[in-house]
């Protein structure tokens, strides 16, 4: 039985899980003061040539905008179609569909190691691309140089992974850390913000996990925790909104339905049609 394996097994067994997570909690807050203290010594110099490449692209799309687009059964080809021209950050299974479309992202993410074991060989056939991944992919696989790693803090989430009652600390400067947000679209919002992106809209962002059908494309892992994650991506949403206002960063949700409202609500086609009725009129 091989590390992952042994962890999917752990995690089957909800009671199980809670006895360890409790034993594990000294473990849990020495890792989280590591975190701690080493955010700290960047913020205050100490250069980490592992997370260099985010020091050095902080505030380079300042004024921009972007797009965030997840991986929710909401979102349809023909909308990445749609976004060729856009600056753009993918995830997860997205990479699943680059067979089916010409676009292609300005970067794409990736932080669950479970998610990463399944979707390995696809990512290492897509190398061109920016790809980010956690440094808990880049401690447990073995990935190339061009990978660029950030700095992920997983807070207290492994503690109160059950209740959805941790703690939320972002950031809007990912070369020291980035907040765990319970999902790797709350590292992407963190790097957007980062690299000074002013406009943030979000698609196929549904928060709806109670359905048969939890995403566009399947990447293979099953979380059997799934049914938790949409009130707890909801919540982390919430206190994502209050730190991109408190930053002057607007974020919209452009996703067709699902369960977030915690952005104001902006049709895809309007937006595009926006920009493409800006750029006619200077002309």
């Known amino acids: 039985m091989n590390y992952n394996e042994f962890r999917n097994l752990f995690k089957r067994s909800k009671t199980v899980e809670f006895i360890a997570r409790n034993l594990a909690w000294p473990l849990f807050e020495w890792q989280h003061l590591k975190s701690d203290y080493a955010a700290w010594r960047r913020k205050h110099g100490r250069i980490d040539k592992r997370y260099l490449w985010l020091k050095e692209c902080r505030n380079k799309y300042k004024g921009e905008r972007c797009f965030i687009v997840a991986t929710g059964p909401s979102l349809l080809i023909s909308d990445l179609d749609m976004l060729k021209n856009e600056y753009t950050f993918a995830m997860n299974s997205c990479i699943l569909a680059l067979d089916k479309t010409e676009w292609r992202p300005t970067f794409y993410g990736i932080e669950d190691e479970y998610v990463y074991e399944k979707l390995e ?23 190339p140089e061009s990978f660029k790693v950030f700095p992920l803090h997983y807070l207290d989430h492994k503690m109160y992974h059950f209740k959805g009652c941790g703690k939320f600390k972002y950031s809007d400067d990912c070369y020291s850390i980035v907040g765990d947000g319970y999902s790797i679209t709350l590292s992407l919002l963190q790097i957007a913000c980062h690299m000074g992106f002013s406009e943030i809209y979000l698609l196929g962002c549904d928060c709806n996990y109670n359905q048969p059908k939890q995403h ?9 925790k799934a049914h938790l ?22 974020v919209f949700n452009s996703t067709r339905g699902g369960m977030l409202e915690e952005y104001p609500r902006i049709n895809l086609d309007d937006v595009l049609q926006k920009n493409v009725k800006k750029g006619l009129d200077n002309e």
Do not use: C, W
């Open 229 to 250: 994650m949409g009130s707890k991506l909801i919540q982390a949403h919430r206190e994502f909104k209050k730190f991109a206002d408190s930053i002057g960063v607007k």
């Open 121 to 143: 060989s696809a990512i290492l056939n897509n190398t061109q691309l920016d790809i980010i991944v956690s440094d808990t992919i880049a401690d447990l696989y073995k990935t």
């Open 216 to 224: 566009f494309i399947e990447s293979g892992h099953f979380d059997p």
